[in-house]
């Protein structure tokens, strides 16, 4: 009698250990692509990544900037090399959203030169 009781015991603990191993059991995070396109004024060249204003608050004086990173593979059109964009060239920037559950990364896939911006009033006259 205590045998069969020690078993079912055993197999009443095994089935709830197994119940709330597979409820609580972590799902995969989900990878989401999507392909965008954004227009506005360069504000940052860094050597693997680019930063591009996409709005503009006059109210607050605030510019919002998205960073998008720079692979081996991304085209470029309209210039040869990153080193001539400067700061303040409008460009399109046509780019993959990847999403894993909070963290989200943005790939340049191409970079294309609309129109060469304003120079600073800063830099204007200046010469190295």
Request: aromatic letters at 14%.
């Given at each position: 009698?205590?045998?069969?009781?020690?078993?079912?015991?055993?197999?009443?603990?095994?089935?709830?250990?197994?119940?709330?191993?597979?409820?609580?059991?972590?799902?995969?995070?989900?990878?989401?692509?999507?392909?965008?396109?954004?227009?506005?004024?360069?504000?940052?060249?860094?050597?693997?990544?680019?930063?591009?204003?996409?709005?503009?608050?006059?109210?607050?004086?605030?510019?919002?900037?998205?960073?998008?990173f720079i692979e081996d593979n991304t085209r470029i059109s309209?210039?040869?090399?990153?080193?001539?964009?400067?700061?303040?060239?409008?460009?399109?920037?046509?780019?993959?959203?990847?999403?894993?559950?909070?963290?989200?990364?943005?790939?340049?896939?191409?970079?294309?030169?609309?129109?060469?911006?304003?120079?600073?009033?800063?830099?204007?006259?200046?010469?190295?």
């Amino acid at each position: 009698m205590q045998k069969k009781l020690k078993v079912g015991f055993c197999l009443f603990f095994i089935s709830v250990y197994i119940l709330f191993a597979a409820t609580y059991a972590e799902e995969p995070e989900k990878v989401k692509v999507v392909f965008k396109s954004l227009k506005g004024p360069l504000s940052f060249i860094g050597q693997n990544f680019i930063s591009v204003v996409y709005k503009k608050d006059k109210d607050k004086a605030k510019e919002y900037e998205m960073v998008f990173f720079i692979e081996d593979n991304t085209r470029i059109s309209h210039f040869k090399a990153l080193d001539e964009l400067n700061e303040n060239d409008i460009v399109k920037v046509e780019y993959a959203e990847i999403s894993r559950g909070t963290y989200t990364r943005r790939i340049a896939k191409r970079i294309s030169l609309l129109r060469k911006g304003k120079t600073s009033l800063y830099l204007k006259g200046f010469k190295e």
